[in-house]
């Protein structure tokens, strides 16, 4: 039986049925989520869903037509093959001028429900490309490095998405480098505030002395040196978006006063005597765990939970080892732009660095060693001696990055003796992804396995 590949979401309510065909596919090598009712699709399948759907028509409750049609509104490009009955033939036909995949009436070969799904899975995968492609080409046209497919990430983008229209304050958690104003400059972006100004202030880097007058304003005269009236960071901000970011560095003094204007939505400026009232959105961020009393030092608790109305997480880069690759290539193609130069492609030296390099400095530091890589200044090799200038590949992007992510996938592979699982975890990949990366890129992990002595290379799958 030819093999195929692929995620299966497979309703029948016949237990034996199910078991035999869940089976079929298995040995032709899609992984199957078996389902005894139709009830039970709708909570795995979204618009995410990576694979393809397969419902007998007749059940109880739910059937599969009416499946199809709840699929079809959660995602209409999601392929749904029914199974019929010799009485169904005639509904099924209609369904498929309505957009059901493909039908395949009882009794069938195993072989002609394994080719639909083929067909179909391949269809899916096609789709989820062009989508995340699609998305990332629109981050990247912003320059906002956003991008990857981890699962916190892409959480992440449709978290933005949701809230970005929504009057809520937002507290940003994330290492050094992680891309905190990159997230809210995105809120503000994909939000109505857009057109309003987004304005930006580090808490940590401006003394005591200076913050307040920054940040609230002041009248001419209001204290010494203070020569005109000056509208604050915060008054400024009325209509877009306050970026407050290291917000745990703010002076103690200060906070109160911020959470007077939190909870008032108002100011009174150094020297007046005047409230203003503000239509302001604060969008906070922090390197630490304000909400651990050993983290959050000097910080107000109640200012905290008046910030904490919605708080979003960014990863930082060692937990999203798997969008190394793609960030990379992002990179890479800004810095050769920016600076007039070809496109270097990356050698062992720079794989092995992006591989096993724990990034501590996040999305930041590897964009800093993109620059670095561009300018034929890469990691040096364990010789010591500096990689040569590369020239440039005659590829487009989207396959510049598809040779770093393979080149990747074989480092992982040698270092592991072919060892399946180990690359996978090395990677931080799912395992059906790291299967389907094989097979675009034609790697064969046998090929890094040693040899026993029949000169056969070693086993090593999950």
């Not at 393809?52 to 499946?67: A, F, H, K, T, Y």
């Not at 999305?363 to 001696?385: C, I, K, W």
């Amino acid at each position: 039986m030819t093999q195929g590949s692929g995620l299966v979401a497979l309703v029948d309510d016949d237990a034996d049925l199910l078991h035999a065909t869940t089976q079929l596919l298995e040995l032709a090598g899609f992984t199957v989520i078996a389902l005894d009712a139709a009830e039970a699709a709708l909570g795995v399948v979204d618009t995410d869903f990576d694979g393809v759907v397969v419902s007998d028509i007749r059940m109880p409750g739910m059937n599969g037509l009416q499946l199809f049609d709840r699929v079809k509104a959660v995602d209409p490009d999601l392929p749904v093959i029914l199974v019929t009955g010799h009485g169904d033939v005639d509904l099924a036909v209609a369904a498929l001028k309505d957009g059901v995949y493909d039908f395949i009436p009882k009794p069938y070969a195993g072989e002609r429900l394994v080719e639909a799904l083929k067909r179909a899975s391949e269809k899916r995968r096609l789709v989820m490309e062009n989508r995340r492609l699609r998305e990332a080409a629109a981050l990247a046209a912003d320059g906002m490095p956003l991008i990857g497919e981890a699962p916190a990430i892409r959480r992440l983008r449709e978290t933005l998405r949701q809230i970005a229209d929504m009057d809520v304050d937002v507290l940003v958690e994330g290492e050094t480098g992680t891309g905190k104003e990159v997230v809210a400059d995105l809120l503000h972006r994909w939000g109505r505030r857009r057109a309003k100004p987004f304005v930006a202030l580090n808490c940590g880097a401006l003394p005591e002395t200076v913050i307040e007058s920054e940040l609230f304003g002041h009248e001419a005269g209001a204290f010494t040196g203070a020569q005109r009236r000056r509208i604050g960071r915060i008054e400024h901000s009325s209509g877009g978006t306050l970026f407050l970011d290291e917000i745990e560095s703010m002076p103690p003094a200060l906070q109160v006063k911020l959470l007077r204007v939190l909870e008032t939505r108002s100011l009174t400026p150094l020297g007046s005597n005047e409230t203003r009232r503000l239509d302001l959105r604060v969008v906070a961020a922090t390197k630490v765990d304000l909400g651990r009393p050993d983290q959050r030092g000097d910080f107000r608790e109640d200012l905290y939970f008046r910030l904490n109305v919605v708080t979003l997480r960014i990863p930082p880069l060692r937990e999203r080892r798997g969008d190394i690759a793609m960030l990379f290539g992002h990179f890479l193609g800004k810095a050769a732009e920016r600076f007039g130069r070809p496109v270097a492609r990356a050698n062992a030296a720079v794989s092995h660095h992006l591989q096993s390099h724990d990034w501590p400095g996040n999305v930041r530091e590897l964009a800093h060693f993109a620059d670095r890589v561009a300018l034929g200044l890469g990691p040096e090799d364990e010789a010591g001696s500096s990689p040569a200038r590369l020239p440039k590949p005659a590829a487009a992007l989207p396959e510049r990055v598809g040779q770093y992510e393979a080149q990747l996938i074989r480092d992982a592979l040698r270092d592991h003796g072919g060892d399946v699982r180990g690359a996978i975890d090395a990677l931080g990949v799912p395992r059906k992804t790291f299967y389907d990366k094989l097979k675009r890129y034609g790697i064969a992990a046998s090929d890094f396995r040693p040899l026993d002595a029949s000169n056969r290379a070693i086993r090593k799958e999950p």
